[in-house]
């Protein structure tokens, strides 16, 4: 990129009501068949006006063709069966009925390229795609095949590279990987959790981002912050070895959060999406809130390596909520980027 502070989001946007019930995670689609299929690439051109609009640099799909930022993907995998389910502990947080690995994991055929070359040709600009992390789509299965946690893992990693590969071929500059996972099982992400998403990034002709954050603004994550403490410390854990690693991009939340700005200092070298805008609440930010929150940042970043972007997925808002919430992103970008180019 040489747009300095460039924006971009960390992942889904609302849907259309007529593609699903709004302000719902994860609500059934209201279409069927071909009727189907048009209207999840009508919503992903919504999905690119209302960014470009707002004056959003990197460009996303606001994961309108997926109902879940992981299951979808699984979905299209061979081994397993989303028949046969269980109810597990979601990091830790919330239980959920899951389906199961019954037996070897494979892709049988690319999930999103074909979603991925529509969004390319919507537009010139620099476009982003997300994909669930390793750590994150293990967490979200119940698995009655490998039956460990760490092999399931790098099975996921390899599946992921082939997409990831794919979706370069078909145009996407930056992919994303999406890990809150990492918020939850230190041990396991240090271990072995950041070596099996450095796998699913290896060789890949385009930059590489990993999302970590606390979630969605549903109960079962907003009941979760209020046990952290007056200072959520948890990226200390992993940033070290992020680091280390060969990701390009770390995405974060700030915003409203109670993150100390200064763990940015235990990524020093690496690109940073910063989150500036708070997805749990449906209060629009001012331009000014976002200035300030980059202008944090900044003490412990060069401006050259800043992202501003949102601190999770929008889905759960409404539309006029997350499309007000894309302008002040833009414009708040926007003030910062003329203080630092007066």
């Not at 279409?31 to 009508?42: C, I, N, S, W």
């Not at 600009?125 to 946690?149: E, F, N, Q, V």
């Not at 401006?303 to 601190?311: F, S």
């Amino acid at each position: 990129m040489t747009t300095l502070l460039p924006t971009t989001t960390a992942g889904s946007l609302p849907k259309p009501c007529w593609l699903a019930e709004p302000e719902t995670l994860w609500s059934p689609w209201k279409l069927t068949g071909d009727a189907l299929v048009a209207g999840k690439r009508d919503a992903l051109r919504l999905a690119v006006e209302d960014q470009r609009q707002a004056g959003i640099d990197i460009l996303g799909d606001g994961e309108q063709t997926r109902q879940h930022f992981v299951t979808t993907f699984i979905e299209h995998l061979a081994g397993v069966d989303f028949q046969k389910r269980e109810t597990v502990r979601i990091r830790n947080r919330y239980d959920a009925s899951v389906p199961t690995v019954t037996g070897a994991v494979s892709r049988p055929e690319p999930v999103f390229v074909d979603d991925a070359r529509f969004l390319r040709a919507q537009t010139d600009r620099p476009i982003k795609w997300t994909l669930p992390g390793p750590m994150t789509m293990i967490d979200t299965l119940y698995d009655a095949h490998y039956r460990s946690r760490e092999r399931l893992a790098w099975e996921f990693a390899c599946i992921l590279n082939e997409e990831a590969r794919e979706l370069v071929a078909a145009g996407v500059d930056i992919v994303q990987f999406d890990e809150p996972a990492f918020n939850v099982f230190f041990d396991e992400a240090n271990d072995w959790g950041i070596a099996t998403l450095e796998r699913a990034a290896q060789g890949l002709n385009a930059e590489t981002a990993v999302h970590i954050c606390y979630g969605y603004g549903i109960p079962a994550n907003t009941e979760w912050k209020k046990t952290l403490g007056s200072e959520w410390r948890q990226y200390e854990r992993t940033f070290p070895n992020l680091q280390k690693s060969s990701i390009d991009i770390v995405s974060l939340e700030c915003h409203n959060s109670r993150v100390p700005l200064d763990l940015i200092e235990l990524i020093r070298g690496k690109k940073v999406m910063v989150g500036a805008i708070d997805v749990a609440t449906d209060t629009v930010e001012t331009p000014e809130e976002v200035a300030a929150t980059l202008r944090s940042a900044l003490r412990f970043i060069d401006a050259d390596k800043l992202y501003p972007a949102t601190n999770c997925g929008m889905a759960p808002l409404s539309r006029s909520v997350a499309q007000g919430k894309l302008k002040a992103l833009g414009a708040g970008a926007a003030i910062v980027r003329r203080e630092l180019s007066s």
